[in-house]
């Protein structure tokens, strides 16, 4: 994979990130979980999306679709898709850097697992 390819790759997988980081921070600020009954469906969708944090959190979805298409033209899908788990490890930090989500030590172990599977293949 050249440098051109990996970075649509990755600019891909940090735009999806970045996207769940958004929504989670705009259901944050919407109190949390959300409870859906078939009287507050249309109050709470209008809610949601009225959610600055959820909005930002679809444009990115939106864009890392077209790079993540760009990207996927240019490499073989056994190369790409897997790269997508690197989406775990920068939500990961994502959420405890801005979200304040704790990492306990066996998953910091396991993404440092997915960074050497990462690394594994990136190399092939």
């Known amino acids: 994979m050249n440098l051109t390819t990996f970075a649509f790759i990755l600019s ?19 109190g949390g979980a ?3 009954t078939a009287q507050n469906a249309l109050p709470t969708f209008l ?3 009225s959610q600055l944090p959820i909005l930002a ?17 240019r490499t073989d899908v056994t190369i ?18 801005f979200l304040g989500e704790v ?5 910091l172990l396991a993404i440092g697992l997915i960074m050497l599977g990462v690394i594994l ?3 092939t």
Do not use: E
């Not at 997988?13 to 958004?22: E, K, M, R, T």
């Not at 990961?92 to 850097?97: E, F, H, N, P, S």
């Open 12 to 30: 891909g997988v940090l735009l999806n990130a970045c996207a769940q980081l958004f929504l989670k921070a705009g259901t944050n600020a919407m």
């Open 34 to 36: 959300i409870h859906l």
């Open 47 to 49: 809610k949601v999306v």
């Open 57 to 73: 959190g679809l444009a990115c979805y939106g864009v890392s679709l077209v790079v993540w298409i760009v990207g996927l033209s």
């Open 80 to 97: 790409a898709y897997p790269m997508l788990s690197l989406g775990y490890v920068v939500s990961a930090l994502g959420a405890w850097m």
């Open 103 to 107: 990492i306990p030590p066996q998953r």
């Open 121 to 123: 293949l990136a190399r």
